[in-house]
């Protein structure tokens, strides 16, 4: 079966002889049709994220593991969701071939070995809570399932991202096959399969998070206060939320332990902040069932 991730664009075909303008056209052309291809696969995605939102109910974590672009996007979206969420950073995991030194520099050969792929979730103890999901463009790095395979031993729930039609794998729960096309340089997989890519994953750890009651409406009041911009993003939120100016909710921010979701409850509901934090944790920190 051909992999059309290596395929020739034809609409690209004559590259080298376009205008700058030309080709951002082309480009921006070819990235309209992606999220209506990832729209086609949403069931299969529902069904992963699931998966995981149990899981996370149930003590385990969520790992991707991918080589080259996969893997660093891979990582990049673990690494957004302590600060953004508030979770521990051992919840969501970025797994790359080759290590750390993947991350800003190409590591020949990593994503062929498939026994390093087995190493690396036998360090990470996977089991049957976690979910292992792998992201391959062409959908055969020996890497990636070389996890695979060692995770589903482990009785660990599997999935893979691909962007070519492949043959089911017989330790591979989900495999989400999206057909985003040829690239705009051939083979080039970090164009329009690594879009796609940061789509997905954003799709999978934010529709995560809202389920384990990590926003309220679409405030994102479960943030790790780390940095001036999250304490400016904090106090505003309580600010809109409560109705109170920016100086009284920073003081309530200050008050609640820099916990926006306590500050809430401890204005709207007039607590104190030990009966909000208590009152928060009977309702598995869902501020919207706390404030009813």
């Given at each position: 079966m051909k992999k059309i991730t290596e395929l020739k664009n034809p609409l690209s075909e004559n590259i080298d002889k376009m205008s700058i303008s030309e080709i951002l056209d082309l480009i921006s052309n070819?990235?309209?049709?992606?999220?209506?291809?990832?729209?086609?696969?949403?069931?299969?995605?529902?069904?992963?994220?699931?998966?995981?939102?149990?899981?996370?109910?149930?003590?385990?974590?969520?790992?991707y593991v991918g080589c080259g672009s996969s893997g660093r996007l891979g990582v990049l979206d673990a690494a957004e969701c302590p600060p953004t969420f508030s979770v521990?950073?051992?919840?969501?995991?970025?797994?790359?071939?080759?290590?750390?030194?993947?991350?800003?520099?190409?590591?020949?050969g990593a994503e062929d070995d498939f026994n390093q792929g087995h190493i690396a979730i036998e360090k990470k103890k996977v089991n049957s809570n976690d979910v292992v999901f792998g992201i391959?463009?062409?959908?055969?790095?020996?890497?990636?399932l070389g996890a695979l395979k060692y995770a589903k031993k482990n009785k660990a729930y599997t999935s893979l991202l691909t962007f070519n039609n492949i043959d089911n794998i017989a330790y591979v729960d989900k495999i989400i096959s999206i057909i985003v096309g040829p690239e705009i340089i051939s083979g080039s997989t970090r164009m329009k399969a690594g879009t796609a890519t940061k789509m997905i994953l954003n799709m999978i750890t934010t529709t995560s998070m809202i389920k384990i009651n990590k926003t309220y409406k679409n405030y994102m009041v479960d943030l790790k206060i780390s940095n001036q911009k999250l304490l400016d993003r904090g106090i505003r939120i309580i600010s809109e939320i409560t109705g109170l100016n920016y100086k009284e909710s920073e003081n309530l921010l200050i008050n609640s332990k820099n916990n926006v979701k306590v500050a809430i409850l401890m204005?709207?509901?007039?607590?104190?902040?030990?009966?909000?934090?208590?009152?928060?944790?009977?309702?598995?920190?869902?501020?919207?069932k706390a404030l009813n």
């Open positions: 070819e990235d309209e049709n992606l999220s209506r291809q990832i729209r086609k696969k949403n069931p299969d995605l529902e069904q992963v994220i699931n998966v995981i939102i149990n899981a996370f109910k149930n003590g385990g974590r969520l790992l521990s950073k051992y919840l969501v995991q970025g797994i790359i071939a080759g290590g750390n030194k993947a991350l800003y520099q190409s590591i020949e391959s463009a062409n959908g055969s790095a020996k890497f990636v204005e709207v509901k007039k607590i104190s902040y030990n009966t909000a934090f208590k009152k928060l944790k009977l309702n598995n920190g869902n501020l919207r």
